[in-house]
């Protein structure tokens, strides 16, 4: 995949949940991790936010299931920060399931996670994916939602604390 370049909103957000003034002028890059280096930085932003904070081992941000999916990757210019990641995992050859959803603490809810769910969207459609699941935190649950996504059923608790949301999106017009 080539590099996207998007430029952030420059004006204030009038609703949502917050008002902000984004990072006006910033230039971010949306790529798919292939180097080992950007690979790290992937997994290593995973673990930052979805693991670390539960203390789980490092390791734990991984599974069997990274080899077969695809990932995406936000990269801050021109430090080369990550700022958000995650996956786009095949369930079927008619289902993807969206997983790792991460964004950097200091960059939450400025629209880099529905970056990086759109970008996971369009690589489902292009492989004529007809719908897509995931399992949403249940602080999560709201951002799915703004992106279109709807709950299914309360699904399951992680490390005995994390209430998890299995949530669905269609994303054909069929
Ligand atoms: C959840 C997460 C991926 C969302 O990414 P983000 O970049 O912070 O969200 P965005 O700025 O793209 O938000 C998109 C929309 O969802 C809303 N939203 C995002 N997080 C929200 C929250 N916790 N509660 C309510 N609304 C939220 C935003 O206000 C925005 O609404 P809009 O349609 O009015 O613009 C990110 O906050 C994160 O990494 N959180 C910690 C880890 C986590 O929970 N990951 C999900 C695992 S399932």
Known sequence: MGRVYCQNRTEP??????????????????????????????????YEVLRKPWNQPLGSERDEGDDTSL???????PNGKTIAVGRLQFNTNKQAQIRYMAVADGYQGKGYGRKIVGALEDIAREKGIRTIILQSRENAVKFYERNGYEIIEKSYLLFDKIQHWLMVKKITTD
């Open 13 to 46: 957000r009038k609703t949502g949940r917050l008002n902000f003034h984004p990072l006006s002028l910033t230039r971010m890059q949306i790529i798919e991790p292939k180097s080992p280096a950007e690979f790290d930085k992937y997994y290593n932003l995973r």
């Open 71 to 77: 990932h995406r990757m936000i990269l801050d210019e």
